[in-house]
């Protein structure tokens, strides 16, 4: 498919607006971020919750390691 000048400049000015916004790529990717989250239905659970529900791993398979937390205030 060929696109005629007058296409090929509006394409070229679209992608120029659109990335014009983000001044470095971590803007940009955050940008990315906030639209996959804000697409994703509300959840009584975190994120994280949703990542460890795969039951594909067999539990002799799984490295856990346990961190014990001093919880005392001082």
Known sequence: MLLS?????Y???RFINYYSRFHR?????RHVK???ISDRP????SAEEDMFNTFDMHPNQMDFEIHVVDTVQR
């Open 5 to 9: 000048e007058s296409d090929s400049i």
């Open 11 to 13: 394409a070229a000015d």
């Open 25 to 29: 790529i971590d803007d940009y990717l």
């Open 34 to 36: 906030r639209d996959r």
């Open 42 to 45: 509300g959840y009584l659970f």
